[in-house]
């Protein structure tokens, strides 16, 4: 009977393995910390500053029912 040959086509099993980047993960983990050592307020700030915006604002709003509803 006639059967496929066995042996894949493709050389992939010849390519080097990937080394693991341990100094890019590293440099990422350093630069994480530095920011949430230095920059945490301004994250803070940056991630729930709208909650304090819409407290202060909402409030102040009026809205024209009848023209929001009017098609244009």
Do not use: H, Y
Request: glycine share 8%.
């Amino acid at each position: 009977m006639n059967e496929a040959d066995p042996s894949p086509s493709d050389k992939s099993d010849d390519l080097p393995k990937p080394r693991f980047p341990v100094r890019r993960i590293g440099s990422l983990v350093a630069a994480l910390l530095l920011l949430l050592r230095c920059g945490f307020q301004m994250g803070q700030t940056l991630l729930f500053g709208w909650i304090g915006f819409a407290r202060r604002v909402l409030p102040a709003m009026e809205v024209n029912w009848p023209e929001s509803f009017r098609g244009q």
